[in-house]
């Protein structure tokens, strides 16, 4: 029986950050409708899905900010999918919070409802980093927010931090680094802050307004992360993310080695190995196609196997474990590494994934994975445009032959 991930796009907010993309909006009264539109998704989808033999191995309900919702209205979600899926004992439900939103009976709810995965949004402990995010908590709510997770019995908790804020300086990245290992959390994730095209940020920069910090403080910073989290007892798994043995994000990891996944929800993406599809970003276009007994679906594609091999690259690069020779080799009947050198991008042996090479190598090679150092994790886009150049000139010579 083979695998399968489910999402749950939640696109609410009190407020839009002025830094965030993802698509959500700030019409609360219209959560009742969307949640009974979401029922009728997930039924649908089931239905389709019948003949298909998946296992539902994770559950992720992201956000916009989950937590606007009621335990209530997540418990019905939650059931609807245990009565129209197959859903693993062991499954991972995860949920993404705003400390700005929660208080200890929500969270209790919360914990009730089978979610056994809890992701704050912190994003900073320092008041200063979280008004020029435009964040709605404060530092002493993100704390208290681990603490009340704690308390309602979360055992896997994790946390997300943003580095390279305007005007944040290193040790200020640091500080937050050492508080956030005080509370001996299972899981981080450390973002640099991007500027998404037609986001507020994006504007106050081109106005002046605001100041990105420079590339190598940037650098600087995610080194520090890079040499301070694992001597503390995390793995660098993935690029951004760092877990205690054991709690990895499996949901995640299911994007990451282009696993099949269902999205459900306004804007939610779902893939089955070899087609993408996704739905309208417009709540209220979503509620109107599920209420009138249509499919939500605005766009599909098929991969076609160019597409395929960049997306091997892009995600396989991301992960600690790399990407692996033999899938490569199925796939395109040429060897991985072979490739890689004829990007001029020269390969260690067997240096550690994610750790100095110790000649200033980008890629290194572990067992049958070709892998970053940790000079390579630093320059990860550069890489990918070497090897996706190599992947757009194979493409050619099929093509004229």
């Known amino acids: ?14 407020r839009k950050c002025g830094y965030c993309d993802f698509y959500s909006v700030t019409q609360l009264h219209l959560i009742p409708r969307y949640i009974a539109a979401l029922v009728g998704e997930i039924d649908c989808v089931a239905f389709r899905m ?11 309900i992201g956000g916009g900010t989950p937590s606007l919702l009621s335990p209530d209205d997540l418990s019905t979600l939650l059931r609807v999918i245990r009565n129209s899926f197959s859903v693993d004992a062991d499954i991972e439900i995860a949920c993404e919070a705003n400390p700005g939103t929660l208080s200890a009976e929500w969270l209790a709810g919360l914990r009730r409802t089978g979610v056994n995965r809890l992701t704050l949004g912190v994003q900073s402990f320092r008041d200063a980093d979280l008004q020029r995010l435009g964040r709605i908590h404060d530092s002493n709510a993100a704390c208290d927010s681990i603490r009340s997770a704690r308390n309602a019995g979360f055992t896997n908790l994790g946390i997300d931090l943003i580095f390279a804020v305007p005007g944040q300086t290193r040790r200020a990245w640091q500080e937050n680094l050492e508080q956030a290992l005080s509370f001996q959390l299972e899981h981080l994730s450390l973002y640099g802050l991007t500027v998404e095209p037609a986001t507020p940020l994006a504007a106050s920069v081109d106005r002046g307004e605001i100041k990105l910090c420079p590339e190598e403080l940037q650098r600087e910073m995610m080194l520090d992360a890079m040499h301070l989290l694992p001597q ?17 994000s499996r949901h995640n990891c ?38 009138s007994g249509r ?23 991301r992960l600690k474990t790399g990407i692996d020779s033999h899938r490569w080799h199925v796939a395109t009947d040429s060897d991985l590494f072979e490739f890689a050198r004829k990007g001029k991008l020269t390969i260690a042996e067997q240096a550690p994934a994610f750790s100095p090479s110790g000649d200033g190598r980008l890629l290194t090679h572990i067992d049958q994975s070709l892998c970053l150092t940790e000079e390579g994790v630093l320059l990860y886009d550069a890489v990918c445009e070497k090897l996706a150049a190599g992947v757009q000139l194979r493409a050619d010579a099929e093509r004229t032959h």
């Not at 939610?268 to 109107?288: M, Q, T």
Request: hydrophobic share 40%; charged share 20%.
């Open 254 to 291: 299911a994007y990451w080695q282009g696993m099949p996944y269902c999205g459900f929800g306004a804007s939610a993406h779902s893939f089955d190995g070899k087609s993408r599809w996704w739905n309208s970003p417009d709540v209220e276009g979503y509620c109107l196609a599920i209420e």
């Open 50 to 60: 019948r003949d298909k033999a998946y296992a539902v191995r994770s559950i992720y």
């Open 232 to 248: 503390a007892g995390y793995d660098h798994y993935e690029l951004s993310n760092y877990a205690r043995r054991g709690f990895a």
């Open 1 to 14: 029986m083979g695998e399968l991930a489910l999402y749950i796009h939640i696109p609410f907010c009190r």
């Open 295 to 317: 499919a939500a679906t605005a766009e599909h594609e098929d991969l076609t196997g160019e597409q395929a091999l960049l997306e091997m690259i892009l995600l396989g690069l």
